[in-house]
């Protein structure tokens, strides 16, 4: 079964950190464009981040960019995403993704994307 499973998620306070983890069942993902996109309560699904098949590009979303790290690692079949300085607009739940299409497309839309994770939640609250 091709699935990917978030981890990592949980609860913290302004400028914590955590670090999601998404481990992919099969080592195919290891030629796919990989991204995370969350959705806070009432909000529409929103990108986040995402990285190319090498690990050598990214994109961000510039409401994440400088705290947040994208990294992937094939050899575990895992991506990464590194939170840190985290907000209370931080609050959503995280899914991770990929796209079968492209290996280099990093891009930031909803329907570039093929395979979804469940979600993990974050919640950053005081």
């Known amino acids: 079964q091709v699935q990917l499973v978030e981890s990592g998620g949980g609860l913290v306070q302004p400028g914590g950190s955590l670090r999601l983890s998404c481990a992919a069942t099969?080592?195919?993902?290891?030629?796919?464009?990989m991204a995370w996109f969350r959705q806070a309560p009432g909000k529409e699904r929103e990108f986040v981040a995402a990285?190319?098949?090498?690990?050598?590009?990214?994109n961000y979303a510039d409401s994440v960019k400088g705290r947040f790290t994208i990294s992937r690692d094939s050899a575990k079949n895992t991506v990464y995403l590194q939170m840190n300085s985290l907000k209370p607009e931080d609050t959503a739940d995280y899914y991770c993704?990929?796209?079968?299409?492209?290996?280099?497309?990093?891009?930031?839309?909803?329907?570039?994307?093929?395979?979804w994770g469940q979600g993990t939640q974050v919640t950053v609250s005081s």
């Open positions: 099969s080592s195919i993902f290891s030629r796919y464009v």
């Open positions: 990285v190319d098949w090498s690990g050598g590009r990214t």
């Open positions: 993704t990929a796209s079968v299409s492209s290996r280099t497309y990093i891009g930031a839309r909803e329907e570039e994307y093929d395979y």
